[in-house]
């Protein structure tokens, strides 16, 4: 038996697939053949039937993927009940988390992995993960949850069910682009739970679950959230380098938004963040956390490189500063994330389903041997 260790599955490829191609040395995202950067101008729509069917859609199948997703947009009272039985400060991913798996008690079929019953409860969450967080942003403010509007777009029913104004066009683009870039990124460690999750053919809301708790973690989704909570606890673009300087002494030290498995240099989808975050800060004219995101970057830069090192910023890190200014409050950010990814981890599991291999690796055995039972009483 080989006993060679891979920590962390680093570098360790488990399948094959389709969706998506990272190279990490040069920064390059391929979804379905097209680079990231060719998609910014996509709807998030057209990017989700990109990555379950293998191509854009012509106008008939964008439409047909739009109506077949508003079927099921509005939510079971029964999880709007649940929701509103979550205490005031529970945080927004464990109710995220909850919800998803209380709706598996609502379908009709949430066993099947029939490759069309997945695609119909997959489709489903496509509409309703928007739906759930803007449900849980507004019932803990203290609001009611707004009815979706079937002719917005999952963009703009988003932002519409989060703050109950019709959005503009310009906040609906930005959203697209956000949704487009967190969509899909491979075997990243929430999509490789789904997929893990997945190869013991349990349902898709299970797999979906496990997903949304991976998601959840700081070295993960759960960055961008971490993001801003450091530049609110640093205040100004004058108390970067401090924060930097004593972050990185710390053993173990880690500025959230930073560095990656895969890319060794800038991720491409921070390269396109940031020009999101220069227009939204030049426009709305609060450049205060753009500003200190350059800041903190160039302090990581000089630091890293006393290392020897590049650890460049990731899709989380000016994520951040474009989710703030448009007004959502930092514990939103990575369910934010989720409402993207449903897409990526949805294709993945038509994957997996579809040719699956129960995933099950091992673990070399370095304990005891050979010691033998004495009853309670006789244990020293
Ligand atoms: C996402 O995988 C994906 O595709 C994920 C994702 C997706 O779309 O699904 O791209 C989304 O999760 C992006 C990553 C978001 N996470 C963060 O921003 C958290 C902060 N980042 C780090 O914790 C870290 O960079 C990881 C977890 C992302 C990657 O960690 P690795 O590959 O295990 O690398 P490592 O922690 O072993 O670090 C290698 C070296 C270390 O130097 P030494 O201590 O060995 O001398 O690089 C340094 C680290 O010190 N380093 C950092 C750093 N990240 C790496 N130093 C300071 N701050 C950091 N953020």
């Not at 390059?28 to 990109?50: F, M, P, Q």
């Not at 703009?156 to 109950?164: D, I, P, Q, R, S």
């Not at 020009?275 to 800041?295: D, I, N, Q, T, Y």
Request: charged share 25%; hydrophobic share 40%; proline share 5%.
């Amino acid at each position: 038996m080989d006993e060679t260790i891979y920590r962390g599955l680093n570098g360790v490829n488990v399948d094959t697939s389709q969706i998506c191609f990272i190279d990490g040395d040069k920064g390059e995202l391929i979804y379905r053949g097209y680079d990231i950067r060719e998609l910014t101008e996509a709807s998030y729509e057209e990017v989700v039937h990109l990555l379950w069917n293998g191509d854009l859609p012509t106008r008939a199948e964008l439409e047909a993927l739009r109506a077949e997703a508003q079927e099921d947009v509005v939510l079971p009272d029964g999880v709007v009940d649940l929701l509103r039985c979550m205490p005031a400060g529970a945080g927004p991913m464990h109710a995220l988390r909850t919800a998803v798996s209380a709706l598996a008690a609502f379908d009709p079929n949430p066993d099947g992995v029939d490759h069309e019953n997945v695609r119909r409860i997959g489709t489903a969450l496509l509409a309703r993960m928007p739906v759930l967080v803007g449900t849980l942003q507004r019932l803990r403010e203290g609001k009611e949850p707004v009815v979706p509007n079937p002719d917005l777009s999952i963009a703009g029913n988003f932002l519409y069910t989060l703050t109950g104004e019709e959005p503009s066009e310009a906040a609906t683009k930005v959203m697209d682009v956000a949704l487009v870039l967190h969509a899909e990124h491979g075997s990243n460690a929430s999509t490789f739970v789904a997929r893990s999750t997945a190869s013991t053919l349990t349902d898709v809301y299970s797999a979906i679950t496990a997903g949304i708790a991976s998601l959840k973690g700081p070295l993960h989704g759960g960055a961008n959230t971490g993001v801003m909570n450091a530049l609110e606890e640093i205040g100004s673009v004058e108390n970067v380098e401090r924060y930097v300087l004593d972050t990185l002494a710390k053993p173990n030290g880690r500025i959230m938004g930073f560095g990656h498995r895969v890319y060794k240099v800038r991720d491409p989808r921070a390269n396109i963040l940031e020009h999101v975050a220069e227009r939204l800060a030049r426009e709305s004219g609060e450049s205060k956390w753009f500003e200190m995101s350059l800041e903190m970057e160039r302090v990581m830069d000089r630091e890293m490189a006393k290392k020897g090192r590049e650890v460049k910023p990731n899709v989380d890190f000016f994520s951040a500063s474009v989710y703030r200014m448009l007004g959502f409050p930092a514990d939103m950010y990575t369910p934010i994330f989720a409402v993207a990814r449903i897409s990526g981890w949805m294709a993945h599991l038509f994957e997996q389903y579809a040719d699956n291999r129960l995933v099950r690796p091992r673990l070399v055995y370095e304990g005891p041997r050979g010691k033998t039972f004495a009853p309670v009483d006789q244990r020293a």
